[in-house]
C-alpha cells in the first residue's frame, strides 16, 4: 500500500520529484514544453502532446473542449480508449450529462450512472490527477516498463543486533513511456 501511495501520484507528475527518481508522469508526457525521451519539443516540433491550457468553466464549454480534444488525437480509428481526470472535473461532466437522463423504472428513481464514457471511451476519476485536469489517452502508445529484475524484488532480511525487528528493501525500477506523445491530449484549468 505504500508502494501505491508513492507511485499513483508520480502517475499524474512530470517525474521531478524525490530528486528526479519519480515516475516520468503523464505531466511530463502530454506536454508541449517537457523534454520526453530525450526529445524537447521546441527542438522537434512533431514531439508534442497535445494540450489545451486555461479551459475554465466546464458547464460553459466542457463538452466542447472534450470533442475538440478527443478529436484532435483521432486518426481514423486510431482514437483515446480511456480518459481520466480528477473526481471533482469528473463530477462537472456527470453533471453536465444529468439533463439527458430517463428514468425508465416506474417503482424507483435512481439518478446518476454507475459508469460514464465519451464517444463510447470510458471517463475514470483518479484522486491523485491534477486537480482541473482530464487527459484523453491511447494505450496503443503508452507503455509501463520495469526492469526484470527490480519489479518490486525483495532483498535479504536483515535483523539489527539492537531490534527485535527484520527489515528488507524491495526494489523497483521502471517508467512510463511513449512512443507517439501527439497521440495523447490534455484539457487544463477546468473549473465548475
Keep these: 500500500m505504500s508502494l501505491k501511495a508513492v507511485m499513483s501520484p508520480d502517475a499524474f507528475g512530470d517525474g521531478t520529484g524525490n530528486n528526479s527518481k519519480a515516475l516520468t508522469g503523464l505531466a511530463a508526457i502530454v506536454s508541449t514544453t517537457a523534454t520526453c525521451g530525450g ?14 491550457s486555461s479551459v475554465g468553466s466546464f458547464a460553459a464549454n466542457g463538452i466542447n473542449n472534450m470533442r475538440i480534444a478527443f478529436n484532435n488525437v483521432t486518426f ?9 481526470t480528477d473526481q471533482t472535473t469528473f463530477q462537472y461532466y456527470e453533471a453536465a450529462l444529468q439533463p439527458a437522463e ?13 459508469t460514464l464514457t465519451f464517444k463510447g471511451v470510458p471517463l475514470f476519476f483518479d484522486r491523485d490527477c491534477t486537480a482541473g485536469y482530464m487527459y484523453f489517452l491511447n494505450s496503443k502508445y503508452l507503455k509501463f516498463v520495469v526492469h526484470r529484475d ?43
Excluded: C
Design 39 to 52: 526529445l524537447a519539443p521546441a527542438t522537434f516540433a512533431w514531439w508534442k502532446g497535445n494540450v489545451t
Design 76 to 84: 481514423g480509428n486510431d482514437k483515446p480508449d480511456f480518459l481520466v
Design 150 to 192: 527490480a519489479d518490486f524484488a525483495t532483498g535479504p532480511f536483515i535483523t539489527p543486533e539492537n531490534q527485535d525487528a527484520s527489515t528488507a528493501q524491495i526494489l523497483f525500477q521502471g517508467n512510463l513511456t511513449t512512443n507517439n506523445r501527439r497521440m495523447n491530449a490534455v484539457l487544463q484549468g477546468i473549473t465548475a
Design 102 to 114: 430517463r428514468f425508465v423504472n416506474t417503482k424507483a428513481a435512481d439518478a446518476g450512472f454507475q
